[in-house]
Each structure stands twice: as structure tokens, then as C-alpha cells.
């Protein structure tokens, strides 16, 4: 099978009074490029998601989307800073004796100075969160790939039905090449019997003549180049796997044998035949940029 670039997954796990929802999609990219956007909690998981993306996915830039709820109600504690208090009161009485002011110090104005209380997470066990939101990060990307797998499917048939009408022009190529050079020997003999106002023609030179012509027009070599091309990839097509660089170089191939047929047409349905066989090279190649 082969796969498409684009792709969406998502996947909601929600156990032990947690709630994790991961979300994926994907679009083209030369490498694989993950971007993770989470909550600062689970920053710490960030290395083993990519670790675990990567059983899954080996090209394209590919977003994720994961959110965290804590439906427990012992989710945060009150800190007391003991010390904290302690040094801000004995500096406070300080002030009181070196400025000779009241000191008028009560509990509620001491516990307003910054981290005298602080509010603190509660302890996480990381082995079973992450258990959990493996779980999330699997599912999503199960459903992602299902999703990339579709479209390569469609992806794989469309191409294959753009490569059989290349194969059809190809063979036009083929066989109107040799009708070209015959068409050339018969202008050739009749201008010269016109020149010469006779019958006699010198074969020779008519034949050094139309097999000089037919060495430029001959475009043998890049009808058999293009027809090995196009059968390497319907081949790859049907095997899948990952194969959108090889056939990106492929497609490349094929071009430069089109544009080298193209221009050694003199013939007009030659050079239409050649365009049209450059544009659907090309549309192939847009094609393949979206496989993985």
C-alpha cells in the first residue's frame, strides 16, 4: 500500500479521572517535520511521543494537538514558605526600630508578601500518565495513518490511469516516427525530380540525405528510456511503501525525456503528442509530491 502525505487522526482517553485528546493532521514535506503543541505538564513526555510518532510516520509536517484535563478535585496544594515568613517579619521589625514606627504587623498583611504561600501541583505518577496518554498518542495515529492510507489508495489508482494514457502516447510517438522519415524521402525525391526537371535521382545522395534527417528526428532511445520509466512506476505504485522520493526522481527522468523528444519533432502531431505527454508528466509529478 501506499500512503498519502495528508492525514488526519484523533483519539480521547479519559481513565483515572483523566482526560487526554490528541489530535494529528499533515500535509507535504520533504522529512518529517513533528510539531507538538501541550500543556507545560507534560513537556517532559515531549522526546517519547516523537519516538513513538515515528513507528508511525516518516515524512510530511505533521501538527499535534494534545490536550490534558485532571478531573480529580486533590489536583493542587498550599504551600507554607515557614522561612520566607520569618525573614520578612524580622526585616519588617528592623524597619519598625530604625525608622521608630508602629509595628502594626498582622498575619493577613504577611501572607500577601510573594511566595509566602504558593500553590502546588500534586504529585504525578509519570509511569501511569504516560501509560495513559501513550494510549491517546497511539490511537490518534492508528486513525492517521487509516486516513493517509485512503487517500493513497486514491492517490495510487489515479495515477496508475495517468500513467496508461502516457503509455498510450508513447506508442503513438513510436509509431509515427518512421512514417516521418518515409514522408521526408518522398518531399525529398519529388523536389529533386522537380529541380531536375527528369526522373533520374541519385540514390546515393537521397540516401545519405533522408538517413541524416532521420538521425536527428530519431527519438528511439527516449521512447524506450520513457516506457521503462513509466512501468518502474506502476510497479512501485502497486508494491507501496515509502516511495514518493523515488518516484519524484523518476518523474524528473521522464521530463527530461519528454523535453528531448519534443525537440527533436519536426512533425505537428509528434509535438502535440510530446506536450501533451510533458503535461501529464507533470500532473504525475504534483501527484507524487503527495505520497509519503
Not at 534527417?213 to 518502474?232: G, M, N, P, Q, Y
Request: with cysteine.
Amino acid at each position: 500500500m501506499i500512503k498519502s502525505m495528508t492525514g488526519f487522526g484523533r483519539c480521547e482517553v479519559a481513565e483515572n479521572m483523566r482526560k487526554f485528546t490528541v489530535e494529528m493532521k499533515a500535509v507535504n514535506h520533504r522529512y518529517l517535520d513533528v510539531n507538538i503543541k501541550m500543556p507545560k505538564s507534560l513537556n517532559f513526555f515531549e522526546s517519547a511521543i516523537r519516538s513513538e510518532l515515528k513507528n508511525y510516520i516518516s515524512r510530511g509536517k505533521v501538527d499535534v494537538f494534545i490536550t490534558y484535563e485532571d478531573l480529580s478535585e486533590n489536583t493542587s496544594a498550599v504551600r507554607y514558605n515557614r522561612e520566607l515568613a520569618a525573614e520578612y517579619l524580622k526585616y519588617l521589625r528592623q524597619m519598625s526600630e530604625d525608622f521608630g514606627l508602629d509595628c502594626d504587623i498582622r498575619v493577613s498583611t504577611l501572607s500577601k508578601y510573594p511566595e509566602v504561600f504558593t500553590m502546588e501541583e500534586a504529585g504525578l505518577d509519570e509511569e501511569e500518565l504516560w501509560k495513559e496518554l501513550k494510549k491517546a498518542v497511539t490511537g490518534a495515529a492508528e486513525m492517521f495513518v487509516a486516513s493517509r492510507i485512503t487517500e493513497g489508495e486514491h492517490l495510487r489508482d489515479d495515477l496508475i490511469g495517468k500513467l496508461d494514457h502516457m503509455i498510450t502516447l508513447v506508442d503513438f510517438i513510436a509509431e509515427r516516427s518512421p512514417k516521418i522519415v518515409a514522408e521526408y524521402r518522398s518531399r525529398i525525391e519529388d523536389k529533386v525530380r522537380e529541380l531536375l526537371a527528369d526522373n533520374t535521382v541519385d540514390e546515393g545522395r537521397l540516401l545519405t540525405e533522408v538517413t541524416i534527417f532521420a538521425d536527428k528526428v530519431c527519438v528511439d532511445e527516449e521512447l524506450v528510456r520513457l516506457k521503462s520509466h513509466i512501468e518502474t512506476t506502476r510497479a512501485a505504485l502497486i508494491e507501496g511503501g515509502s516511495i514518493g522520493r523515488k518516484l519524484d526522481f523518476i518523474a524528473q527522468e521522464m521530463n527530461r525525456e519528454a523535453n528531448t523528444t519534443l525537440s527533436k519533432s519536426n512533425d505537428l502531431e509528434i509535438s502535440n503528442c510530446a506536450i501533451e505527454l510533458k503535461t501529464e508528466i507533470e500532473k504525475v509529478r504534483e501527484q507524487i509530491q503527495n505520497i509519503e
